[in-house]
């Protein structure tokens, strides 16, 4: 439809992952930076000479409240694509984990296959954590975690939406972490910058997110996984850069949540402190937490960040900072890494978002499948015991000594084609559901009743469809008609609301619909919300 984020398992609520791991190898690792040699790095390129000038590859609004719309608009919101559905709507804000802290407040702090999350609060000494509201897939609705779950909880902070973990808003069209959250006026329609004193009710705000992409893109990252490594970033002007450096080499992997709706060797979550990569292939039939292990991952993390949390010198966390010496935040919270430049990616498109790496410093491969906690297999001796396991005879003595994260620049024209693509997609769920006749199947003239309560006393009647007032009545039994072929085929809610003489209203109701037409009778598109202009 068209319409104008020691052998004992930790888990730690302060952050969005799980993992274990041997307690000696936290030992072992915990102090490499401060016992290396000191290395200069002035060659590396600092945060401030990234080219952040950005361009609006499409904008993503949602109405806070059941039922409320999930859409896309790929021409800065003159008109919008339905791409969800709003399950259980956010009601307040709760503290999160402690790298948001690094993300301005009103901004993305964090996307992720599993959930977005959105800084509300400004710096508050009283607070653990900053405040958050969370965009959560169907996977997550009415708080169903496992007890297993390491991550943030939402709570009733969480917008809970009908899409499914690692598709659509939580793969190839989530926001990109530094992304601007804006409020739209129902009335006006004008956007204006969600303030930190923001509490959601539920009862229908409007929340919209123009995600920003830099014109000289990111597109690959190259980490020498090894202590001094160099990390070198390459943009869409052909340039790359030494932006940083490795300060451990990630050994293995661990059981990051979200792992098992990611793929393997894809980006699960990109947030101002972490980049968590899945070594788990896309296992969504049943809940993560249940029945066999299905996660499996590890993480790119900045020393300053890594340092504060109680997984520091984990060995499935790449650390990178500043090499032989004290650590400090450099890199938390800013480009090119933790902040506006790296998205999760297309979920079936050849040039994919993706991780590769390299092993004994061989060509580019795939990362491997792997699931659980491995904390060594990263390692030469890890990989010579996994591949014997897979019944190959394939040996590895330094295991792998770099990895490359290939992250293709996309253009409008492929940012519309996705949009379309994933509404399209929507759309034929819901046609089906209606077919089957879960949804009402409507066409041409539909006529309904304003007022099917039959509330007494009401003295006129409205409709409205998305939102947008569409229809009056004040002759009883009040009943109102919309011709849906003024309209594209899809799902639509109407909402009536049976007014008394004084124009309070005395019953209302809400009702999805699905219009369905054909093209040759759609003259046109419903305008869902006006036309904003361009965001500030």
């Known amino acids: ?108 702090a964090a996307t992720a296959v599993h959930g977005h999350r959105i800084r509300i609060s400004a710096q508050d000494p009283s607070l653990h954590a900053p405040r958050l509201i969370s965009i959560d897939p169907k996977e997550y609705v009415k708080q169903a975690l496992p007890t ?92 790359t850069r030494q932006i940083t450096e490795t300060v451990q080499p990630v050994q293995g ?59 520091a010198g984990a060995p499935m966390v790449l650390i990178l900072g500043e090499y032989g010496k004290p650590r400090k ?37 795939p990362l491997p499948t792997l699931v659980g906690s491995r904390p060594d297999v990263l390692t030469g001796p890890g990989l010579t015991r996994f591949w014997k396991g897979q019944g190959s005879t394939r040996t590895s003595a330094k295991g792998v000594t770099a990895f490359r994260l290939l992250l293709p620049q996309r253009t409008i024209i492929e940012a519309r084609q996705v949009a379309r693509a994933a509404a399209d997609t929507y759309r034929t769920q819901l046609l089906a559901r209606a077919r089957s006749g879960k949804l009402p199947l409507v066409r041409g003239l539909y006529t309904f009743s304003a007022n099917p309560t039959g509330a007494a006393g009401a003295a006129s009647a409205r409709f409205s469809i998305e939102g947008q007032p569409r229809g009056f009545t004040n002759s009883p039994p009040f009943s109102l008609s919309w011709d849906t072929r003024s309209v594209s085929d899809g799902e639509y809610m109407i909402e009536t609301e049976a007014l ?3 124009g309070d209203v005395l019953a209302s109701t809400r009702r999805r619909v699905f219009v369905s037409n054909g093209p040759a009778q759609a003259a046109q598109s419903i305008q869902a919300a006006k036309d904003s202009g361009p965001a500030r």
């Not at 989530?174 to 509490?199: A, K, T």
């Not at 991780?355 to 491969?365: F, K, L, Q, R, T």
């Open 148 to 239: 297993s779950y390491g991550g943030h909880r939402p709570g009733v902070s969480g917008i809970y939406t009908d899409i499914p973990a690692g598709t659509s808003l939580f793969r190839e069209l989530s926001p990109i972490n530094g992304n601007d959250v804006l409020l739209e006026s129902p009335d006006s329609g004008r956007l204006f910058p969600i303030p930190p004193s923001f509490r959601p009710t539920g009862k229908g705000e409007i929340i919209v997110i123009p995600v920003r992409t830099p014109k000289n893109a990111l597109t690959s990252v190259t980490i020498e996984n090894r202590g001094g490594g160099k990390v070198e970033a390459t943009f869409a002007d052909g340039t």
């Open 500 to 502: 008394g003489p004084n």
């Open 1 to 108: 439809m068209t319409i104008t984020r020691c052998g004992r398992t930790r888990t730690v609520s302060r952050r969005a992952l799980l993992f274990s791991f041997p307690l000696a190898a936290v030992l072992g690792f915990g102090c490499l930076a401060a016992i290396a040699p000191r290395r200069a790095v002035s060659q590396v390129t600092s945060a401030a000479d990234i080219d952040t000038d950005t361009i609006e590859l499409y904008r993503l609004r949602i109405t806070n409240r059941t039922d409320g719309a999930i859409q896309v608009s790929t021409d800065a919101g003159a008109s919008w694509r339905l791409i969800g559905r709003v399950v259980v709507p956010a009601s307040g804000t709760q503290e999160g984990y402690i790298a948001a802290e690094y993300a301005r407040p009103g901004s993305v």
């Open 329 to 365: 935040p450099i890199l938390e919270g800013k480009a090119p890494l933790f902040r506006g430049m790296v998205g999760l990616g297309e979920q079936n498109k050849d040039e994919q978002t993706r991780c590769e790496m390299s092993v004994d410093g061989g060509p580019w491969e």
């Open 253 to 311: 992997v661990g059981r990051f949540d979200g792992t098992a709706y990611t793929g393997v060797g894809r980006l699960n979550t990109a947030h101002t402190g972490v980049i968590t990569v899945s070594t788990a292939p896309i296992d969504g039939a049943l809940p993560e937490g249940q029945g066999k292990e299905r996660r499996g991952g590890f993480q790119i993390s900045p020393a300053w960040h890594n340092a504060r949390t109680e997984e």
